[in-house]
């Protein structure tokens, strides 16, 4: 059980970390701000405590989406039926196994992204595809990231965003409102999961929550002001959190 003095810091460190995510629909949180303190909780409660969290501050930037109809709600809503299934198997493999593998496939992975972003010029700019093949990527999306979301987590958003970009051919924006529905399905099914595992520190969640939807209304705000222009450069610099928190949990 968390201190006065560690609350403070579990709500300073997420709110500033939250502003920055929901700049670019990234829902990270540096290992979860619950391991900033000095008394850590178990694997599956700081999982079960980011959920909760995680759920409050990505609904409010969803919300914000919406009503800029920056979402595509068709391809949104079959990647977020199959985004809830694989949330729900993957938080439930997340309280059998643990996580060692998926840090170790990020050591390589997030590089090869940001490669990826930088070396190609034409990232974040819409293009026309079939639209029963955006249903079937749609879901499989879902489904894989889903599972993801619910078993490990970190980069969530940033990676259903980068697919929904060069894969599905969304402009950079509104993949980033569609990240953001997708998103909340599989926190909703993670955080299900969690509350029935009964592995939520609620004194912990609930100011981490608070400060996620600050940081998520302010970030998704300011994405929907300034657009692409800023979305690129911080999920660049957000990815390089991501090595930075994935290196020293191994290394």
């Given at each position: 059980?968390?201190?006065?003095?560690?609350?403070?810091?579990?709500?300073?460190?997420?709110?500033?970390?939250?502003?920055?995510c929901r700049c670019h629909s990234w829902r990270w949180r540096l290992d979860h701000p619950?391991?900033?303190?000095?008394?850590?909780?178990?694997?599956?409660?700081?999982?079960?405590?980011?959920?909760?969290?995680?759920?409050?501050?990505?609904?409010?930037?969803?919300?914000?989406?919406?009503r800029r109809s920056q979402v595509s709600?068709?391809?949104?809503?079959?990647a977020t039926v199959t985004s809830f299934i694989g949330s729900a198997i993957g938080s439930f493999l997340a309280n059998l196994y643990a996580d060692?593998?998926?840090?170790?496939?990020?050591?390589?992975?997030?590089?090869?992204?940001?490669?990826?972003?930088?070396?190609?010029?034409?990232?974040?700019?819409?293009?026309?595809?079939?639209?029963?093949?955006?249903?079937?990527?749609?879901?499989?999306?879902?489904?894989v990231v889903g599972a993801y979301d619910g078993f490990f987590g970190p980069g969530t958003g940033m990676f259903l965003t980068l697919i929904f970009t060069s894969v599905l051919g969304m402009d950079l924006l509104k993949a980033c409102g569609t990240a953001r529905i997708v998103n909340l399905?599989?926190?909703?099914?993670?955080?299900?999961?969690?509350l029935y595992h009964g592995?939520?520190?609620?004194?912990?969640?609930?100011?981490?929550?608070?400060?996620?939807?600050?940081?998520?209304?302010?970030?998704?705000?300011?994405?929907?002001?300034?657009?692409v222009h800023v979305v690129k450069p911080v999920m660049l610099f957000v990815l390089a959190l991501l090595l930075v928190k994935v290196a020293v949990s191994l290394f």
């Open positions: 059980m968390g201190t006065r003095d560690e609350c403070t810091v579990h709500i300073v460190s997420h709110h500033r970390l939250w502003f920055v619950h391991r900033l303190c000095c008394t850590r909780p178990s694997p599956q409660t700081a999982l079960g405590n980011n959920k909760f969290s995680s759920a409050s501050g990505t609904l409010v930037a969803s919300i914000q989406y919406l709600l068709s391809i949104g809503l079959v060692t593998y998926l840090n170790y496939l990020l050591v390589i992975l997030v590089p090869a992204i940001a490669l990826f972003m930088l070396f190609k010029p034409d990232f974040g700019q819409a293009k026309e595809k079939s639209r029963v093949l955006l249903y079937v990527l749609g879901s499989m999306t879902g489904l399905s599989s926190n909703v099914a993670a955080l299900a999961m969690f592995v939520i520190d609620f004194s912990i969640a609930v100011p981490c929550a608070i400060s996620a939807v600050i940081g998520g209304f302010l970030g998704s705000r300011l994405a929907l002001k300034v657009g």
